[in-house]
Protein backbone atom coordinates (compact mmCIF):
# COMPACT_ATOMS: atom_id res chain seq x y z
CA UNK A 1 0.00 0.00 0.00
CA UNK A 2 0.95 3.38 -0.75
CA UNK A 3 -0.41 6.85 0.49
CA UNK A 4 -0.01 9.99 -1.43
CA UNK A 5 -0.31 13.56 -0.88
CA UNK A 6 0.00 16.18 -3.47
CA UNK A 7 0.95 19.66 -2.29
CA UNK A 8 2.14 22.91 -4.27
CA UNK A 9 -0.53 24.12 -5.85
CA UNK A 10 -2.49 27.56 -6.53
CA UNK A 11 -3.09 30.33 -8.73
CA UNK A 12 0.24 31.21 -11.33
CA UNK A 13 0.19 34.20 -14.32
CA UNK A 14 0.55 32.42 -17.80
CA UNK A 15 4.14 32.18 -18.55
CA UNK A 16 5.08 31.58 -14.70
CA UNK A 17 6.65 28.43 -13.07
CA UNK A 18 4.84 26.15 -10.69
CA UNK A 19 6.29 22.89 -8.90
CA UNK A 20 3.86 20.57 -7.28
CA UNK A 21 5.44 17.43 -5.05
CA UNK A 22 3.50 14.54 -3.59
CA UNK A 23 5.17 12.63 -0.45
CA UNK A 24 4.58 9.17 -0.65
CA UNK A 25 4.03 7.07 2.83
CA UNK A 26 3.89 2.74 3.32
CA UNK A 27 6.15 0.19 1.79
CA UNK A 28 7.71 -0.05 -1.52
CA UNK A 29 7.42 3.31 -3.30
CA UNK A 30 11.02 2.79 -4.95
CA UNK A 31 9.52 -0.28 -6.68
CA UNK A 32 6.29 1.56 -8.14
CA UNK A 33 6.87 4.10 -10.98
CA UNK A 34 5.18 7.04 -10.96
CA UNK A 35 2.89 9.65 -12.45
CA UNK A 36 0.85 12.74 -12.44
CA UNK A 37 -2.37 13.23 -14.14
CA UNK A 38 -4.65 16.08 -14.56
CA UNK A 39 -8.49 16.99 -14.83
CA UNK A 40 -9.96 19.83 -16.00
CA UNK A 41 -13.60 21.08 -14.96
CA UNK A 42 -15.87 18.49 -17.29
CA UNK A 43 -13.49 16.74 -18.60
CA UNK A 44 -11.39 13.18 -18.05
CA UNK A 45 -8.09 12.89 -16.08
CA UNK A 46 -5.47 13.65 -18.70
CA UNK A 47 -1.96 11.47 -18.66
CA UNK A 48 0.94 14.65 -18.01
CA UNK A 49 3.65 12.93 -17.54
CA UNK A 50 5.69 9.26 -15.55
CA UNK A 51 8.74 8.47 -14.35
CA UNK A 52 9.97 4.58 -14.10
CA UNK A 53 10.65 3.12 -10.45
CA UNK A 54 14.42 1.29 -12.20
CA UNK A 55 16.11 3.39 -15.07
CA UNK A 56 13.75 7.02 -14.08
CA UNK A 57 13.30 7.09 -17.73
CA UNK A 58 10.45 9.64 -18.07
CA UNK A 59 7.83 9.97 -20.75
CA UNK A 60 5.07 13.12 -20.78
CA UNK A 61 2.09 13.92 -22.55
CA UNK A 62 1.95 16.20 -25.46
CA UNK A 63 0.69 19.09 -23.05
CA UNK A 64 3.62 19.14 -21.16
CA UNK A 65 6.49 17.69 -23.60
CA UNK A 66 9.11 20.57 -23.39
CA UNK A 67 7.70 22.67 -20.27
CA UNK A 68 6.88 20.01 -17.39
CA UNK A 69 9.60 17.92 -15.78
CA UNK A 70 8.92 15.10 -13.52
CA UNK A 71 11.62 13.88 -10.96
CA UNK A 72 11.32 11.53 -8.42
CA UNK A 73 13.45 10.72 -4.88
CA UNK A 74 13.11 7.52 -3.53
CA UNK A 75 15.44 8.41 -0.63
CA UNK A 76 12.59 10.75 0.68
CA UNK A 77 9.63 9.07 -1.14
CA UNK A 78 8.76 11.96 -2.69
CA UNK A 79 7.70 12.80 -6.71
CA UNK A 80 7.74 16.58 -8.27
CA UNK A 81 6.62 18.24 -10.89
CA UNK A 82 8.01 21.10 -12.13
CA UNK A 83 6.20 23.49 -14.86
CA UNK A 84 7.30 26.33 -16.35
CA UNK A 85 5.80 28.50 -18.79
CA UNK A 86 2.42 27.95 -17.54
CA UNK A 87 -0.93 28.37 -19.88
CA UNK A 88 -4.00 29.26 -18.99
CA UNK A 89 -5.05 25.53 -20.46
CA UNK A 90 -3.62 24.12 -17.34
CA UNK A 91 -5.76 25.16 -15.68
CA UNK A 92 -6.79 21.57 -13.69
CA UNK A 93 -6.30 19.01 -10.45
CA UNK A 94 -3.22 17.54 -10.80
CA UNK A 95 -2.93 14.27 -9.19
CA UNK A 96 0.11 11.84 -8.73
CA UNK A 97 -0.31 8.26 -8.86
CA UNK A 98 1.83 5.51 -8.27
CA UNK A 99 2.29 1.57 -9.28
CA UNK A 100 0.95 1.19 -12.98
CA UNK A 101 -0.20 -2.10 -14.54
CA UNK A 102 -0.30 -1.45 -18.25
CA UNK A 103 -0.32 1.05 -20.76
CA UNK A 104 0.72 4.27 -18.13
CA UNK A 105 -1.38 6.97 -20.34
CA UNK A 106 -4.59 5.60 -19.41
CA UNK A 107 -5.68 6.37 -15.88
CA UNK A 108 -7.54 3.54 -14.95
CA UNK A 109 -4.00 1.19 -14.77
CA UNK A 110 -2.70 3.24 -11.65
CA UNK A 111 -3.52 1.39 -8.28
CA UNK A 112 -2.32 4.60 -5.89
CA UNK A 113 -3.52 8.43 -5.93
CA UNK A 114 -3.39 11.45 -4.34
CA UNK A 115 -6.35 13.68 -3.52
CA UNK A 116 -5.53 16.23 -6.03
CA UNK A 117 -3.93 19.90 -5.62
CA UNK A 118 -5.37 22.56 -7.50
CA UNK A 119 -3.56 24.17 -10.47
CA UNK A 120 -5.26 27.39 -11.72
CA UNK A 121 -3.36 29.93 -14.21
CA UNK A 122 -4.59 32.68 -15.24
CA UNK A 123 -3.88 35.17 -18.09
Known amino acids: QVQLVESGGGSVQAGGFLRLSCAASGTRFSDYSVAWFRQAPGKGREFVAM????????RYGESAKGRFTIARNNAENTESLEMSSQKPENTAVYYCAAYSTGRYGSAGVWHYWGQGTQVTVSS
Open 51 to 58: INWNDFGT
